[in-house]
């Protein structure tokens, strides 16, 4: 009995240690020499695949940024690996410790804050329709009785429907696993609309077969700041991040990752996004800040 409760103890203590170390991103990074890094497949110019296991963008390489300054801080060469993530899976993977750095397009709000925490604010993103040049659909009144495509996980259809010309339409939704999915159900014809970030819906149609098929249309449906995100209660990385992104803007870098990755030729195809930098994006890098949507919208 004694054995068995011994055992227990053990395994209590192993678990509390491990879920501190969790939290504690530094300490866990500078035993293990690893860090992993959340990546999306087609979140826009924001973090997309490469193929063959390579990522890249605008959120990729600020993330690098902030890598690069957590080796400083530990010590040591640390290796980064990247774990591909879902609007659906990513934030649960950054609470259980699988993902340290979120690099994707994570809109920050109260809900959340409540699980997670953020770096200052690199983007403000405005959530857009995207349909076909040829659809007759030029903004929110002529989606009754259409099929809208979203991206499982996200917000975006339940911003159109809160939205007051949206009120008494009637339109049918359709959920995508993951942005491209999304992108293919509006490319393909299984829906007439694609609501989501318009960074992610320039950078979609940008890398399509053929991107005059498609437009941006209608009004503005909110204004959400994009972060990136690490565990809750990690005081030391929180801190490395946050002087890494505030120095950046400091510096000008960012606006020229921005100009880099939204209005020039990106790989894999040279194609360009073409996306200009908002006045609320510029606003919120003169005035660094990890506030929510929340108070976005109280403007």
């Given at each position: 009995m004694k054995f068995k409760l011994a055992a227990l103890t053990l395994a209590v203590?192993?678990?509390?240690?491990?879920?501190?170390?969790?939290?504690?991103?530094?300490?866990?990074?500078?035993?293990?020499?690893?860090?992993?890094?959340?990546?999306?497949?087609?979140?826009?110019?924001?973090?997309?695949?490469?193929?063959?296991?390579?990522?890249?963008?605008?959120?990729?390489?600020?993330c690098n940024k902030v890598i690069a300054n957590l080796e400083k801080a530990v010590g040591r060469k640390v290796e980064v690996k990247y774990q591909p993530v879902t609007s659906q899976n990513r934030i649960p993977l950054v609470q259980n410790g699988t993902v340290d750095i979120e690099c994707g397009s994570t809109t920050n709000n109260a809900t959340r804050q409540k699980d997670v925490a953020f770096l200052p604010t690199t983007f403000v993103?405005?959530?857009?329709?995207?349909?076909?040049?040829?659809?007759?659909?030029?903004?929110?009144?002529?989606?009754?009785?259409?099929?809208?495509?979203?991206?499982?996980?996200?917000?975006?259809?339940?911003?159109?429907?809160?939205?007051?010309?949206?009120?008494?339409?009637?339109?049918?939704?359709?959920?995508?696993?993951?942005?491209?999915?999304?992108?293919?159900?509006?490319?393909?014809?299984?829906?007439?609309?694609?609501?989501?970030?318009?960074?992610?819906?320039?950078?979609?149609?940008a890398t399509s077969k053929n991107p005059a098929d498609f437009k941006l249309v209608g009004e503005v449906l909110s204004v959400e700041p994009i972060a990136i995100m690490i565990r809750k209660d990690d005081a030391a990385f929180k801190k490395i991040g946050d002087d890494t992104v505030k120095e950046m803007m400091k510096s000008g870098e960012i606006a020229k990752l921005w100009d880099t990755w939204f209005q020039q030729p990106i790989p894999p195809k040279n194609t360009k996004v073409g996306y200009a930098v908002s006045a609320s994006t510029k606003e919120a890098w003169a005035n660094p800040n990890d506030k929510p949507m929340e108070d976005y919208a109280a403007k």
């Open positions: 203590l192993a678990s509390g240690a491990a879920f501190a170390q969790a939290t504690d991103t530094v300490a866990k990074v500078k035993a293990s020499g690893v860090v992993t890094m959340g990546v999306r497949d087609s979140s826009g110019a924001l973090s997309y695949t490469l193929g063959d296991g390579k990522y890249a963008g605008y959120h990729v390489e600020i993103e405005e959530v857009r329709i995207a349909v076909k040049a040829n659809s007759g659909i030029n903004g929110i009144e002529q989606m009754g009785g259409k099929t809208v495509a979203t991206t499982t996980g996200t917000t975006s259809v339940q911003t159109l429907r809160k939205n007051k010309r949206a009120s008494g339409l009637d339109f049918k939704e359709l959920f995508g696993k993951d942005h491209s999915d999304s992108f293919l159900l509006l490319e393909s014809g299984r829906a007439d609309a694609f609501v989501m970030d318009g960074a992610i819906l320039a950078g979609n149609i």
